[in-house]
C-alpha cells in the first residue's frame, strides 16, 4: 500500500509490485497474478482504496469491466514483448531494457504532442502548455502530473512512468499566466495532466487566483480535468481539504468566470457510489458545470447499453454527454481499440435511445494531430462506400464543419488507417496522407 498526498490529505492507493499481490488475494489466481507483474513493468497501474472497495466487482474479475478498466491484463501487450519482459524478470539490467524497447514502440506521445502543441517563444519552450486549438489552452501544474488511480487505456500514459523526456509539466504559473496574458484569442484555459484535484488546495490556488487576476479578462472559461469523481470522490465531499478546494472553485463563477469540470466516466458504475453523487452535487452547489467523455473501449464499454445508461445517469444528476473518443494510437491500442466502423455503431445505438437532452454527446471522435474527427455515417457515393467525416476543432479552423470522406474500411481502427475518398478530400487530411480513394481510381478505370 502506498499513501498519495497531492490531495488535501493522504490517500491510499496501490501500485507498483503489491497490485499483483491484491490481485492474488481477490481472484485467488496465481497466473492472473504473474501477468499483473509482467504487464506493469511496461504501462502505469495505481488503484484507490475507493476503486477496489467500491467499484471493482471481485467476484468477476478478470472479466469485471472495471477491473478491465484499471489492471493489467496479458494481451495489453504483443505476445513477443509479453514474452521478452516474462524472461528478464529477476535482472534489472536486462529489464530496463526490454522495458524501454517495448514503450518505444507504444507511441508514447500520440498526436505530435511533443513536438507540434507545446509553444515556443523567443526560441523558448513554454514548459507546462499545449496549445493546439486558437480559443483553448492546456497547462500542466507540475504537482497535478499523477492521478488518484489510472486508466489502462490513458493516451497520457508516458506522463507516469518516471521519464522526465515524456513528461509534461510547467515551472509554475508565472511562465504559464505570461504566456496567456500575450495571447487574448484564449477564451478557454484547460488545467489537466494527471489529474489537477490530487493537488492540494494550497497548490492549486495560484494558479486558479492567477487565470482571475488582471491581465486575463478575455479568459473567460476555466476547465478542470478531472476523474476524481470516480477515483477518490471524498476529495469534494469529506476530505479535510475539501471545503477549501470548494470555496476554491467556487471563486471561479463569484468572479462571473464559466467554471466547466470535465469529468472522465468510462462506466455507469463510476456514478453510483452515494459519495460520488454528494461529490456531483457539490460541484453544482459552487455554480460547475459537469461535462462527461471517455472513449469507447473493448473489455469496457464497446455496448450501446452501457453507453445509453451511462448518459441517463449523467443527465439525472446534472451533468452533460460531451464526447465519445475513438481509442488512440497508443499504450494499449491492441487491447481496448475497435473498429471505427464499431465505434460508429455503438454511437448510434446509443444515442437513438436517449431524448434530445441527452443527444449533447459528439462521437465518435477521433483527436488526431490536425484536429477532433467525427465519424458521422458510412455513406454510399457513386466511386463506393465511404466514411463521413467532420472536424469539429482543427488547427486550421478553415475546415472545421466541412464534411468531407475516406475510403470506407471495415478494419480501420484510427485516423492515419484512412484513405481520402477523392482528390477533394486530400485537403482534409495531413500531407503523408496522398493515396488516391475510391473516387479516383474509379475515375481511372
Given at each position: 500500500m502506498t499513501t498519495h498526498e497531492q490531495g488535501g490529505s493522504a490517500t491510499r492507493t496501490v501500485s507498483g509490485r503489491r497490485l499483483a499481490a491484491l490481485v492474488r488475494d481477490r481472484c485467488a489466481d496465481e497466473q492472473l497474478a504473474h501477468d499483473v507483474e509482467v504487464v506493469r513493468q511496461v504501462l502505469p497501474f495505481k488503484v484507490s482504496r475507493h476503486v477496489i472497495d467500491q467499484l471493482v466487482d471481485w467476484k468477476s474479475a478478470p472479466d469485471d469491466p472495471l477491473y478491465r478498466l484499471l489492471f493489467p491484463h496479458r494481451d495489453m501487450l504483443d505476445p513477443k514483448h509479453f514474452r521478452a519482459i516474462e524472461r528478464a524478470l529477476?535482472?534489472?539490467?536486462?529489464?530496463?531494457?526490454?522495458?524501454?524497447?517495448?514503450?518505444g514502440t507504444l507511441n508514447p506521445h500520440p498526436g505530435e504532442q511533443l513536438t507540434r502543441n507545446i509553444p515556443h517563444e523567443d526560441g523558448d519552450e513554454v514548459s507546462g502548455v499545449q496549445h493546439k486549438y486558437a480559443q483553448t489552452a492546456l497547462v500542466f501544474p507540475r504537482h497535478g502530473q499523477t492521478c488518484h488511480a489510472y486508466c489502462a487505456y490513458c493516451f497520457r500514459w508516458a506522463q507516469f512512468v518516471g521519464h522526465p523526456e515524456l513528461r509534461i509539466?510547467?515551472?509554475?504559473?508565472?511562465?504559464?499566466?505570461?504566456?496567456?496574458?500575450?495571447?487574448?484569442?484564449?477564451?478557454?484555459?484547460?488545467?489537466?495532466?494527471?489529474?489537477?484535484?490530487?493537488?492540494?488546495?494550497?497548490?492549486?490556488?495560484?494558479?486558479?487566483?492567477?487565470?482571475?487576476?488582471?491581465?486575463?479578462?478575455?479568459?473567460?472559461?476555466?476547465?478542470?480535468?478531472?476523474?476524481?469523481?470516480?477515483?477518490?470522490?471524498?476529495?469534494?465531499?469529506?476530505?479535510?481539504?475539501?471545503?477549501r478546494l470548494l470555496r476554491l472553485l467556487e471563486s471561479v463563477t463569484a468572479a462571473g468566470r464559466q467554471l466547466a469540470v470535465m469529468l472522465h466516466?468510462?462506466?455507469?458504475?463510476?456514478?453510483?457510489?452515494?459519495?460520488?453523487?454528494?461529490?456531483?452535487?457539490?460541484l453544482r452547489a459552487v455554480g460547475a458545470q459537469l461535462w462527461a467523455q471517455a472513449p469507447v473501449v473493448r473489455h469496457v464499454n464497446d455496448d450501446p447499453t452501457v453507453w445509453a445508461d451511462a448518459w441517463h445517469a449523467q443527465l439525472m444528476l446534472g451533468i452533460h454527454p460531451y464526447y465519445l473518443f475513438v481509442e488512440r494510437d497508443t499504450?494499449?491500442?491492441?487491447?481496448?481499440?475497435?473498429?471505427?466502423?464499431?465505434?460508429?455503431?455503438?454511437?448510434?445505438?446509443?444515442?437513438?435511445?436517449?431524448?434530445?437532452?441527452?443527444?449533447?454527446?459528439?462521437?465518435?471522435?477521433m483527436s488526431t494531430t490536425e484536429g477532433k474527427v467525427t465519424v458521422d455515417g458510412v455513406a454510399e457515393l457513386p466511386g463506393g462506400r465511404a466514411f463521413a467525416l467532420r472536424y469539429l476543432q482543427a488547427r486550421v479552423?478553415?475546415?472545421?464543419?466541412?464534411?468531407?470522406?475516406?475510403?470506407?474500411?471495415?478494419?480501420?481502427?484510427?485516423?492515419?488507417?484512412?484513405?481520402?475518398?477523392?482528390?477533394h478530400d486530400r485537403g482534409f487530411f495531413p500531407p503523408g496522407a496522398r493515396g488516391a480513394g475510391g473516387a479516383d481510381r474509379a475515375a481511372a478505370r
Amino acid at each position: 500500500m502506498t499513501t498519495h498526498e497531492q490531495g488535501g490529505s493522504a490517500t491510499r492507493t496501490v501500485s507498483g509490485r503489491r497490485l499483483a499481490a491484491l490481485v492474488r488475494d481477490r481472484c485467488a489466481d496465481e497466473q492472473l497474478a504473474h501477468d499483473v507483474e509482467v504487464v506493469r513493468q511496461v504501462l502505469p497501474f495505481k488503484v484507490s482504496r475507493h476503486v477496489i472497495d467500491q467499484l471493482v466487482d471481485w467476484k468477476s474479475a478478470p472479466d469485471d469491466p472495471l477491473y478491465r478498466l484499471l489492471f493489467p491484463h496479458r494481451d495489453m501487450l504483443d505476445p513477443k514483448h509479453f514474452r521478452a519482459i516474462e524472461r528478464a524478470l529477476g535482472d534489472p539490467v536486462a529489464l530496463r531494457s526490454a522495458v524501454a524497447s517495448v514503450r518505444g514502440t507504444l507511441n508514447p506521445h500520440p498526436g505530435e504532442q511533443l513536438t507540434r502543441n507545446i509553444p515556443h517563444e523567443d526560441g523558448d519552450e513554454v514548459s507546462g502548455v499545449q496549445h493546439k486549438y486558437a480559443q483553448t489552452a492546456l497547462v500542466f501544474p507540475r504537482h497535478g502530473q499523477t492521478c488518484h488511480a489510472y486508466c489502462a487505456y490513458c493516451f497520457r500514459w508516458a506522463q507516469f512512468v518516471g521519464h522526465p523526456e515524456l513528461r509534461i509539466a510547467d515551472e509554475g504559473p508565472r511562465q504559464v499566466i505570461a504566456y496567456l496574458r500575450r495571447h487574448p484569442e484564449v477564451s478557454d484555459v484547460l488545467l489537466t495532466g494527471g489529474d489537477p484535484l490530487v493537488m492540494r488546495s494550497e497548490l492549486l490556488e495560484p494558479y486558479i487566483d492567477a487565470l482571475l487576476g488582471p491581465g486575463l479578462e478575455h479568459i473567460s472559461t476555466l476547465r478542470i480535468g478531472t476523474k476524481a469523481l470516480s477515483f477518490h470522490p471524498a476529495r469534494l465531499v469529506n476530505d479535510p481539504d475539501a471545503a477549501r478546494l470548494l470555496r476554491l472553485l467556487e471563486s471561479v463563477t463569484a468572479a462571473g468566470r464559466q467554471l466547466a469540470v470535465m469529468l472522465h466516466v468510462s462506466h455507469p458504475r463510476e456514478l453510483e457510489p452515494a459519495v460520488t453523487r454528494q461529490a456531483v452535487a457539490a460541484l453544482r452547489a459552487v455554480g460547475a458545470q459537469l461535462w462527461a467523455q471517455a472513449p469507447v473501449v473493448r473489455h469496457v464499454n464497446d455496448d450501446p447499453t452501457v453507453w445509453a445508461d451511462a448518459w441517463h445517469a449523467q443527465l439525472m444528476l446534472g451533468i452533460h454527454p460531451y464526447y465519445l473518443f475513438v481509442e488512440r494510437d497508443t499504450g494499449a491500442q491492441r487491447y481496448f481499440g475497435l473498429p471505427l466502423q464499431r465505434a460508429y455503431e455503438i454511437y448510434r445505438d446509443a444515442v437513438v435511445r436517449m431524448s434530445g437532452l441527452g443527444r449533447t454527446a459528439r462521437g465518435p471522435v477521433m483527436s488526431t494531430t490536425e484536429g477532433k474527427v467525427t465519424v458521422d455515417g458510412v455513406a454510399e457515393l457513386p466511386g463506393g462506400r465511404a466514411f463521413a467525416l467532420r472536424y469539429l476543432q482543427a488547427r486550421v479552423p478553415d475546415v472545421v464543419g466541412r464534411p468531407f470522406y475516406a475510403v470506407w474500411d471495415p478494419a480501420a481502427q484510427w485516423w492515419s488507417e484512412l484513405v481520402p475518398f477523392s482528390r477533394h478530400d486530400r485537403g482534409f487530411f495531413p500531407p503523408g496522407a496522398r493515396g488516391a480513394g475510391g473516387a479516383d481510381r474509379a475515375a481511372a478505370r
